[in-house]
């Protein structure tokens, strides 16, 4: 069982840059593959990204490549979305997952209950 909280979401200037933060409560946080995902108002959750259990082996979306970094520390429990050269299309509540392959969206299991991210003109 693993119970996730973001932090760090807030209102940006297109251009701008923001980095997000999830804290993991579980015992076993690096056996975990971890990822980010949005959602915006009327349209289904959308990957961002994804990082391996161990290697530090990551994924991304299309719309967020060479943007956006994920990164780990799992003396932490913890996960990160470093963002920058923001859009307004990234507009949308985004949201920590885990689960056991990286590089693949939807078997990602746990969620948190998200940090709103806003990005304006």
């Known amino acids: 069982q693993v119970l996730l909280v973001e932090s760090g979401g807030g209102l940006v200037q297109a251009g701008g840059s923001l980095r997000l933060s999830c804290a993991a409560s579980?015992?076993?946080?690096?056996?975990?593959?971890m990822g980010w995902f949005r959602q915006a108002p009327g349209k289904e959750r959308e990957f961002v990204a994804g990082i391996s259990q161990t290697n530090s082996n990551t994924y991304y979306g299309d719309s967020v490549k060479g943007r956006f970094t994920i990164s780990r520390d799992n003396a932490k429990n913890s996960v990160y979305l470093q963002m920058s050269s923001l859009k307004p299309e990234d507009t949308a509540v985004y949201y920590c997952?885990?689960?056991?392959?990286?590089?693949?969206?939807?078997?990602?299991?746990?969620w948190g209950p998200g940090t709103q991210v806003t990005v304006s003109s």
């Open positions: 997952a885990a689960g056991l392959t990286y590089w693949i969206p939807h078997n990602y299991a746990y």
């Open positions: 579980g015992r076993t946080f690096s056996s975990y593959a």
